[in-house]
C-alpha cells in the first residue's frame, strides 16, 4: 500500500486547481481585452477614415493630409498615380482644446475596411489618388505582453502564499488523525482500554474514529476469545496428559502385577486417545478459521443419504436408536468431514438420551439433512452458544465442546449452514448445504 503524505497531497492538488483556475482565467482576462482593443482600434481607424473624407475637399497637399491623419498608431499613405506619400507624425503638433467634437459618419460605400498582413486598413478614393489608412496592432500586443507579465508575477506570488498557508490550514484540519496515530500508538504499547470516542460521529473524521473505535472493541474481543480458547483448551487437553503422567508414574512407582498394569496401560492408552483427539480437532478448527477454509477439504461428489445411512448403522453397532429416512441429497464436498458432521450431530442426540432420527431430503437447489431426537432439546437461549467453542450444557454436552463448532465450520466451508432450530420433543438440528443435480455412483471416505 503506498502511503504518501496526505497534507502534501491536500496542499499540491488545491495549488493545482489553483493554478488551473488561475491559468484559465487569464487567457480569458487576455482574449477579452485583446477583443476589447481591437475593436477600439477599428473604431480609431473608422473614426480617422471619416475625418479624411471631411478634410479631402479643402485643398490640402497630398503630404499635408497625410500628416494631418498619421498619429495615435495609424499611418497615412497617399497615393497619385505612381506617386505614394507617407504621412510624419508631428509631436509639436498643438492640440485641440475644448471638448471633443462629435464622431464624423463615415460614407461606408466610398471606404473599404479590411486586413492585409495582418493589418488593419482603410482605403477612401480622393479626387487625384487614394488614401490608405494602416492601424498597426504592436500597442495592442505591448499591452496585453505587460498584462502577461503582471498576471504571471501577481499569479506566482498568489499561489506561493497559498501553499504556506494551506499547509498550516492542512496541518490544523489533519490534527484529529495525529490524534488518532498517537492513540493507535498508546495501544500498541499496551493500553488496550483508551478510544477516541468522537463527539460529532457524522462528520467523516467523526465516521473514521467511530469506525477505528469498533475495530479495537472488535479486536479486544477477539482477544479475549482467543485468551478463553486457549485456556479452555489448556484445561481440557491437562487432563488427558495428567492422566496419562500419573499413571506411567504409577507404573514406575509400584511395580503392579500383570492384571493392573493391562488395567492401567489401557487406561494410559485410553487418556492418549483422548488427547489425540483433541488435539486433531484443535488442528482442524485452526484449518477451517484459516483464510481460505475450504483449501482444509477434499471435494468430491457425495451423497448424503448415503453418509446417513453409513452414520447410522455405525451408531447402531455402538447401541444406539439410531435410524435414518432419506432420499437422494448429492452434493460436492469432503465426504470424511461430512460424516464427521452428521457423527457429532448423531453422539449430541444420543447422548442426550432416547432416540434419534436423521432424514436427509432435497429441496430445491439445497440438500437438507435434519437430526432429531426426544431427549430433553436445547433451550432457545442456548440454542446460538452451542456453536461456541467449548461450551458445554448440562443436558447435551459433546466431548470436549468442540464437536458442534466444528460441524458448523465445515459447514460454512462447503458454502452451507448449521442451524439449532424449533422441535415439538428433544433437539432439532438442521444441516443446508448447495446440492448438485448428477447422484454420484458412491462416496469414499
Known sequence: MRTPSLRL????????????????????????????????????????????????????????LADRLTGQGITAVVRDGGAEVYGRYLPDRPRRDGPRPPRPAVDSSTV?????????????????GTLTLSAGDAEIGHTLAQLRTVELVAGAGMLALTGLLLTRVVSSALAPLGRMTT??????????????????????????AAAFDRMLDALEASELRMRAFLADASHDLRTPVAGVIATADALLRDDPDRAERERRLVAMVREARRAGRLVDDLLLMARLDGVDPAAALRRQPVDLAVLAEQVAATQQLLGADVRAETEPAPVEGDPEQLARVLTNLADNGRRAGGRVLIAVRREGGQAVVEVTDDGPGVPPAE?????????RLEAGPGRNGLGLPIALAVARAHRGDLTCEDAPVGARFVLR???EEKVPAGNIG
Request: overall charge positive; charged content about 25%; aromatic content about 4%.
Open 9 to 64: 497531497r491536500v496542499v499540491l492538488a488545491v495549488v493545482g486547481l489553483l493554478t488551473v483556475a488561475l491559468v484559465g482565467l487569464g487567457l480569458l482576462v487576455n482574449a477579452v481585452l485583446a477583443a476589447r482593443l481591437n475593436a477600439d482600434l477599428r473604431d480609431r481607424l473608422t473614426e480617422r477614415a471619416g475625418f479624411a473624407q471631411l478634410l479631402a475637399g479643402r485643398g490640402y497637399t497630398d503630404q499635408e
Open 112 to 128: 473599404r475596411i479590411g486586413t492585409v498582413d495582418g493589418v488593419l486598413t482603410a482605403q477612401l478614393p480622393l479626387t487625384r
Open 183 to 208: 492513540l493507535a500508538g498508546r495501544i500498541a504499547a499496551g493500553n488496550r482500554g483508551e478510544r477516541l470516542h468522537p463527539d460529532t460521529p457524522g462528520t467523516d473524521l467523526g465516521r473514521t
Open 383 to 391: 440454542r446460538d452458544r452451542v456453536f461456541e467453542r467449548f461450551v
Open 433 to 435: 448445504l448447495p446440492a
